[in-house]
């Protein structure tokens, strides 16, 4: 079985189509990250477990599914992951949250970790690690085998812009982990960013450059 879902809703390719421009401005940027975000945490969270509670209705009482407790941690990547992570917690208000840092080294593209602070215990809940970019793969490699490091072991990867490259990796290296892409793109340019892509996603969420 295939553990990548590539997005086609109309709605979240149209909103990428705004991220790409590179006329749209860090508040807009920000907004439409997370709410791409929601939008494919609606599909990335679809398996998430429920329980019968009991409720009672104007009519009667009855037994009705709601989300169990206690069962989401959401791992932004930093620093662009961070943009998402209120797209999910606008779905999931419960979701614990972790974090992990890394950087591409801009010569050699080699991800480096500078944190990493995960929800305790982590290996009940569903992981959802968030990352905006999909590039040569390192960055989201390096995190989900952290995570595991940690006994993580229910891991989802949710990207909005993956290159052809970085999905290979990550499939081959995480063959266990379910990944969802907003869009795939081409391909990876000499400087091993997406083409067409959207930028450096980092500088375009926190207006930095
Ligand atoms: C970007 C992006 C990913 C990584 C993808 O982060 O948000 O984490 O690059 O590239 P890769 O797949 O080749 O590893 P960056 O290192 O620029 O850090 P930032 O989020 O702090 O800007
Ligand atoms: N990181 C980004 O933010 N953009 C790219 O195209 C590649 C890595």
Do not use: W
């Not at 083409?195 to 375009?204: E, I, K, Q, S, V």
């Amino acid at each position: 079985m295939d553990n990548v879902k590539i997005m086609d809703h109309p709605l979240i390719q149209h909103k990428i189509s705004m991220l790409r421009d590179k006329n749209t401005g860090t508040n807009e940027f920000r907004t439409l990250v997370e709410e791409i975000a929601t939008l494919m945490g609606f599909e990335a969270l679809r398996d998430l477990p429920l329980e019968d509670v009991e409720i009672e209705t104007p009519i009667e009482t009855c037994m009705t599914p709601m989300i169990a407790g206690k069962k989401l941690a959401v791992v932004p990547i930093l620093r662009a992951g961070l943009g998402m992570v209120e797209g999910i917690t606008n779905l999931v208000p419960t979701a614990k949250i972790g974090h992990i840092g890394l950087y591409r080294d801009p010569e050699t593209h080699e991800p480096h970790e500078y944190y990493c602070k995960l929800p305790d215990p982590i290996d009940q809940r569903t992981i959802l690690v968030v990352d905006p970019m999909l590039a040569t793969g390192g960055s989201a490699s390096e995190a989900l085998g952290f995570i595991k490091q940690h006994g993580g072991k229910k891991i989802k990867f949710m990207c909005i812009i993956a290159a052809p490259e970085g999905l290979e990796r990550l499939k081959k290296d995480h063959p266990d982990v379910q990944i969802y892409v907003g869009h795939l793109d081409r391909e990876l340019n000499s400087d091993a960013y997406i083409c067409p892509g959207l930028g450096d996603a980092g500088d375009r969420i926190f207006g930095t450059k």
